[in-house]
């Protein structure tokens, strides 16, 4: 069975910083791209960032360049978000996702593996 799981959510203060964890099962992450998106409350899921098989990366919203950070570590079959500082409008469900193919989709459709989601919460 192919699967995501993200971790390392929780309570964090305006400012500070969070890393996120996504860890593959059933099928190796090191030929597939893997994107980080997010839900607030009563919004529509958006595209965060994302990295491919080649580590090149895209980043969906400028507001997210230079707080926003994606990685990957192949050998452990995990891909990170380090997240720094978060703005109480970062506040959603995290999801990790990947496309089908090596390479960062434009369109969510396009990604066929997503995990259950981790809760960041930035607030005073």
């Known amino acids: 069975q192919l699967q995501l799981v993200e971790s390392g959510g929780g309570l964090v203060q305006p400012g500070g910083s969070l890393r996120l964890s996504c860890a593959a099962s059933?099928?190796?992450?090191?030929?597939?791209?893997i994107g980080w998106f997010r839900q607030a409350p009563g919004k529509e899921r958006e595209g965060v960032v994302c990295?491919?098989?080649?580590?090149?990366?895209?980043t969906y919203a400028d507001s997210l360049k230079g707080r926003f950070t994606i990685s990957r570590d192949n050998a452990k079959n995990t891909v990170y978000l380090q997240m720094n500082s978060l703005k109480p409008e970062d506040t959603a469900v995290y999801y990790c996702a990947a496309p089908r193919s090596g390479f960062c989709a434009s369109g969510r459709n396009e990604y066929a593996y997503w995990g259950q989601g981790t809760q960041v919460t930035v607030s005073s």
């Open positions: 990295i491919n098989r080649l580590r090149d990366i895209t």
């Open positions: 059933g099928f190796r992450l090191d030929n597939y791209a």
